[in-house]
């Protein structure tokens, strides 16, 4: 069973940076296209990046272009999200996901979610 934990939230100020690592256990992620989504208090949750199974491909929501990136790297069984220039909406529990293959597929596994706070 694939189990995915994050780490890496926190409080930062607006225009901050922060690095969240998805670690994963029990299976390997070589085959899985691993997802990032947000859930802000009263929103529903949202997807934020994804990146396929090999790292070449990648894609962002709007609001996120320019200032996120994502990235793995299967060796440490390890996705991560850098975010930068970080706004006070980005605030929210970040969760990570896995899919098979692609970030087209279902996301069948996720994490218990870490915590963002963007405030000054």
């Known amino acids: 069973q694939l189990q995915l934990v994050e780490s890496g939230g926190g409080l930062v100020q607006p225009g901050g940076s922060l690095r969240l690592s998805c670690a994963a256990s029990?299976?390997?992620?070589?085959?899985?296209?691993i997802g990032w989504f947000r859930q802000a208090p009263g929103k529903e949750r949202e997807g934020v990046s994804c990146?396929?199974?090999?790292?070449?491909?990648?894609n962002y929501a709007d609001s996120v272009k320019g200032r996120f990136t994502i990235s793995r790297d299967n060796a440490k069984n390890t996705v991560y999200l850098q975010m930068n220039s970080l706004k006070p909406e980005d605030t929210a529990v970040y969760y990570c996901?896995?899919?098979?293959?692609?970030?087209?597929?279902?996301?069948?596994?996720w994490g218990k979610g870490t915590l963002v706070t963007v405030s000054s």
């Open positions: 996901a896995a899919a098979l293959f692609n970030c087209a597929s279902s996301m069948n596994y």
């Open positions: 029990g299976r390997t992620l070589d085959h899985y296209a």
């Open positions: 990146i396929n199974m090999s790292g070449s491909r990648t």
